[in-house]
C-alpha cells in the first residue's frame, strides 16, 4: 500500500504565500509524475502544476509566475511554492501521482492525497 499525504495549507492573506508538501510512504521504488491539482467549492477539480522524475514542470496558465513546483526524489517528495496568493486561489489542493512503482513489484497508478485547504481571505 502506498499513500500520499500533503501538508502546509492553511488561512493567508491576499499577497502572502505558502509551501505545500506531498509526501509519498509505502516501500516505493520509484515515482512517475507527481503534480497538484485544487478544487474550489462548487468547482470542478482543476491541474496546477505537474513535474516528471526527470524535473519537467506545466502549469496551468492562472498560476503561472506565482507557483513554483518542485520534487526531492530522494525524499519522494513533491512541494508547491504559492506566491502572490489571490482569494481565487482558495480551493482543497490535492496531491497526484501517476505511476508508483514498489520494491515489491507491485505498481499502483493515480494515486491521489487526502487534500490541503488552503484560504486566501483578509
Known amino acids: 500500500q502506498v499513500q500520499l499525504v500533503e501538508s502546509g495549507g492553511g488561512l493567508v492573506q491576499p499577497g502572502g504565500s505558502l509551501t505545500l508538501s506531498c509526501a509519498a510512504s509505502?516501500?516505493?521504488?520509484?515515482?512517475?509524475?507527481m503534480g497538484w491539482y485544487r478544487q474550489a467549492p462548487g468547482k470542478q477539480r482543476e491541474l496546477v502544476a505537474t513535474i516528471t522524475s526527470g524535473g519537467s514542470t506545466t502549469y496551468a496558465d492562472s498560476v503561472k509566475g506565482r507557483f513554483t513546483i518542485s520534487r526531492d526524489n530522494a525524499k519522494n517528495t513533491v512541494y508547491l511554492q504559492v506566491n502572490s496568493l489571490k482569494p481565487e486561489d482558495t480551493a482543497v489542493y490535492y496531491c497526484?501521482?501517476?505511476?508508483?512503482?514498489?520494491?515489491?513489484?507491485?505498481?499502483?497508478?493515480?494515486?491521489w492525497g487526502q487534500g490541503t485547504l488552503v484560504t486566501v481571505s483578509s
Open positions: 497526484n501521482a501517476d505511476r508508483i512503482a514498489t520494491t515489491r513489484r507491485i505498481t499502483y497508478r493515480e494515486v
Open positions: 509505502g516501500s516505493i521504488f520509484s515515482i512517475n509524475t
